[in-house]
């Protein structure tokens, strides 16, 4: 009996390690760890001092695990290097992202998205946020609106949204299908929120751009304005088109002084919301699919940690990124489909 024991425990004894074994085979001895090199990154003259202070922070948090932190050379650079494992953790865009599991499926996954304050409009009484796009446009369009923003709750995406003058709106002019013929503001053909996703919601509504004047009942010109997103509404508020796209919510600026201290003039109150185009969303900490998912674990819980701390939020700053939220890879189903789009249909 006491063999039959001891052949147990030697048994289970060897099974544990094998276990053990199975669950660290995927950890790399060091875990490289990319940051994109966005220009407002690389104008910071300290900033290798900064990834280095979140390298250290990293190894403090994660016992037993080397990390090796830099900036990538490009972004293309960074989503290659994803894509052949030699870089295990990235700090890519969404539009990488969505690239990445497009055209390499199973390679890399999303574990965190980049979070901004978010407007008191795109939050429900219970502090989830509004996914229901009619809710979000009626709360925007509320007398008193002023974009402004929730106390606590944060947000891992943006809208870019269409605007018309409230006097047209009120005549009528309230849905996409309202634009053929007509002339719409938007930023340049690089754009996301200024040109790329309004093509999208375009074409969602079987319409499309035209940078002349529209020759069928498909058609919405699109005039491009320099300047930014308050270029293009005050290009609307000035009776230089019909419509304009921006992002949620581009009134809420120190561009709009001049036009507020007109009387009875106020940016909100003459404007109207009639659409919103798919969430994009912000940034993405992805990882590899292959990496261990307890090390996915502790990276996640990690950063989330060291962005709630004062250095960890004065490194991260450069990137823009005020705090991060667990994402799954549907939530840039989104992103996938503007990135298809810009793949077979705008780059004809």
């Known amino acids: 009996m006491k063999k039959i024991s001891r052949l147990f ?19 790399p001895e060091t875990v490289v760890v990319r940051f994109v090199p966005s220009n407002s990154a690389l104008a910071d003259p300290a900033l290798l001092v ?45 539009q990488q992202y969505a690239f990445v599991t497009t055209e390499e499926p ?23 946020p509004i996914t ?23 947000v891992t995406s943006y809208y870019s949204m269409l605007l018309v003058k409230t006097t047209d709106y009120n005549a009528g002019f309230d849905s996409v299908t309202d634009l053929v013929g007509k002339k719409v503001a938007t930023g340049s053909a690089s754009s996301g929120s200024g040109y790329i996703y309004p093509a ?61 201290s007109v009387s009875g003039q106020n940016v909100f109150a003459d404007t109207k919301v009639i659409a919103l185009t798919t969430g994009i969303y912000n940034d993405t900490i992805s990882v590899v699919s292959s990496m261990d998912n307890g090390l996915k674990t502790q990276i996640q819980e990690a950063f989330i940690d060291i962005i709630g701390t004062d250095v960890g939020k004065q490194a991260l700053s450069v990137y823009n990124h005020t705090g991060y939220k667990v994402a799954t890879d549907a939530d840039y189903d989104g992103e996938r489909e503007v990135y298809i789009f810009k793949r077979d249909v705008l780059s004809k």
């Open 9 to 27: 425990l030697a048994a289970l004894s060897s099974v544990t390690v094998l276990a053990s074994c199975a669950n660290t085979e995927n950890e």
């Open 50 to 94: 900064k990834i280095k202070s979140i390298e250290y922070m990293l190894e403090e948090r994660i016992e037993n695990t080397d990390f090796d932190l830099d900036i990538s050379t490009s972004y293309e650079a960074l989503t290659e290097a994803m894509i052949s494992g030699q870089v295990d953790v990235g700090f890519l865009t969404s």
């Open 106 to 128: 199973g390679k890399v996954e999303v574990i965190l998205s980049s979070v901004r304050d978010a407007y008191a409009a795109q939050i429900d009484a219970n502090g989830d």
């Open 132 to 154: 229901d796009l009619d809710t979000i446009i009626e709360n925007v369009n509320k007398p008193g609106y002023a974009a402004q923003y929730h106390e606590t709750e944060k």
């Open 200 to 260: 999208v919601l375009l074409d969602q509504n079987g319409l499309s751009f035209t940078p002349g004047t529209p020759a069928n009942n498909t058609e919405v010109q699109n005039v491009t304005i320099s300047g930014g997103h308050q270029s293009q509404i005050l290009a609307l508020l000035n009776g230089e088109v019909d419509a304009a796209f921006a992002f949620l919510d581009a009134r809420l600026s120190s561009s709009f002084d001049a036009y507020n």
